[in-house]
């Protein structure tokens, strides 16, 4: 799954590598949790917008926002056929950009109850985009305000995510995200752009528990642990 991410590149360097027209003004993120805002680009009339969603899909005939703290990632291998998701596959997909995201792994030490938080990144420090949904919802019977969410893609890892969790979110390249976006695209184009990323693009490293908190949002988040710190994981 993919359950936190994290943003700190500034608008303008964002603007450039997404050739969008404009981005929401945000503050630098590195502890970005479900029920937070993130920033979605979408293809609205033909050009590509960048605006905050809500983390966590509500599906336009859910009674109320809760339905969406279990709706931060969609499998990309049944997205298509699940209710809450299929509209929004077929007519409401997003690009998320990100610098990195996090993944815990279970320990290896038996009895050891801690997991070990580690940010993935590119392995070039470039920003990238996860493959999105997307929906527009409006409390029922109300004139309340619509509210605009957002689930993340997930697929089978590949060999730089593997050793940590069995998957990991939907990246989009950039000559691809043209054609993510688009409302012409087949199914079975949308079926090879949610492959697991090609190996060799994403690196890792420990980080500090202090990201367990969703409420914490520092750059110690993605503060790489010193190789003397102790851990429970074994994996090289």
């Given at each position: 799954m993919c359950g936190r991410i994290t943003l700190s590149t500034p608008a303008?360097?964002?603007?450039?590598?997404?050739?969008?027209?404009?981005?929401?003004?945000?503050?630098?993120?590195?502890?970005?949790?479900?029920?937070?805002?993130?920033?979605?680009?979408?293809s609205q009339e033909n050009e590509k917008q960048a605006i905050p969603m809500r983390w966590g899909l509500v599906p336009s005939w859910a009674k109320d926002l809760s339905i969406g703290n279990r709706m931060i990632n969609a499998r990309s291998e049944t997205a298509a056929e699940k209710p809450s998701f299929r509209k929004a596959w077929t007519h409401r997909r997003c690009l998320i950009p990100v610098d990195g995201f996090y993944e815990w792994e279970k320990?290896?030490?038996?009895?050891?109850?801690?997991?070990?938080?580690?940010?993935?990144?590119?392995?070039?420090?470039?920003?990238?985009?996860?493959?999105?949904?997307?929906?527009?919802?409006?409390?029922?019977?109300?004139?309340?305000?619509?509210?605009?969410?957002?689930?993340i893609l997930t697929t089978s890892a590949n060999a730089d995510?593997?050793?940590?969790?069995?998957?990991?979110?939907?990246?989009?390249?950039?000559?691809?995200?043209?054609?993510?976006?688009?409302?012409?695209?087949?199914?079975?184009?949308?079926?090879?752009?949610?492959?697991?990323?090609?190996?060799?693009?994403?690196?890792?490293?420990?980080?500090?528990?202090a990201v367990n908190k969703a409420t914490f949002d520092s750059p110690e988040c993605i503060a790489p642990l010193a190789d003397t710190e102790s851990t429970d994981l074994q994996l090289f």
């Amino acid at each position: 799954m993919c359950g936190r991410i994290t943003l700190s590149t500034p608008a303008a360097r964002l603007i450039e590598l997404f050739q969008l027209t404009d981005f929401p003004r945000m503050d630098p993120h590195y502890n970005i949790a479900p029920t937070h805002l993130v920033i979605c680009i979408r293809s609205q009339e033909n050009e590509k917008q960048a605006i905050p969603m809500r983390w966590g899909l509500v599906p336009s005939w859910a009674k109320d926002l809760s339905i969406g703290n279990r709706m931060i990632n969609a499998r990309s291998e049944t997205a298509a056929e699940k209710p809450s998701f299929r509209k929004a596959w077929t007519h409401r997909r997003c690009l998320i950009p990100v610098d990195g995201f996090y993944e815990w792994e279970k320990p290896a030490k038996p009895g050891s109850k801690q997991k070990q938080p580690w940010l993935i990144h590119a392995a070039d420090n470039t920003p990238f985009v996860l493959a999105g949904l997307w929906e527009s919802w409006q409390p029922p019977e109300s004139t309340g305000e619509t509210v605009l969410t957002c689930s993340i893609l997930t697929t089978s890892a590949n060999a730089d995510m593997s050793p940590i969790h069995d998957r990991m979110p939907v990246i989009i390249p950039p000559e691809h995200h043209a054609t993510w976006l688009s409302a012409s695209t087949t199914t079975s184009q949308l079926t090879e752009l949610t492959q697991p990323a090609a190996d060799g693009i994403l690196t890792r490293y420990r980080v500090s528990t202090a990201v367990n908190k969703a409420t914490f949002d520092s750059p110690e988040c993605i503060a790489p642990l010193a190789d003397t710190e102790s851990t429970d994981l074994q994996l090289f």
